[in-house]
Nanobody, 120 residues
């Protein structure tokens, strides 16, 4: 089981980034795949989770309207489109698979993370 994130980097405030998560093996068993982040000095936070079989995703209020989760037709890649980024969005972003929840404890498998830096 592997989850590999990509697409992190540095952008200016107000800019956008699209993160990708390659899901290898886990997608066959996991009900959901989601994106989480850890900002400096804060606990890991659930951002959005998508159901493997389809349906409306779960989105945290903190990013609703700015972040959009989606998955490829073959469900082997999950994306996070992030818009109108600010310096407060700077941190490490993780992909995870497991139950359909924004709680970190409900996820079973985790990627290693990708760093996002927003310059003001």
């Amino acid at each position: 089981v592997r989850l590999v994130e990509s697409g992190g980097g540095s952008v200016n405030s107000g800019g956008s980034l699209r993160l990708s998560c390659a899901v290898d093996g886990a997608y066959r068993d996991a009900r959901c795949v989601g994106w989480f982040r850890q900002l400096p000095g804060k606990e890991r936070e659930g951002l959005s989770v998508i159901y493997r079989g389809g349906g409306d995703p779960i989105v945290a209020d903190s990013v609703k309207g700015r972040f959009l989760i989606s998955q490829a037709i073959d469900r082997r890649t999950v994306y996070l489109q992030m818009n109108n980024l600010t310096s407060e969005d700077s941190g490490t972003y993780y992909c995870a698979s497991g139950d359909c929840s924004l709680r970190s404890d409900d996820m079973v498998y985790w990627g290693k993370g990708t760093l996002v830096t927003i310059s003001s």
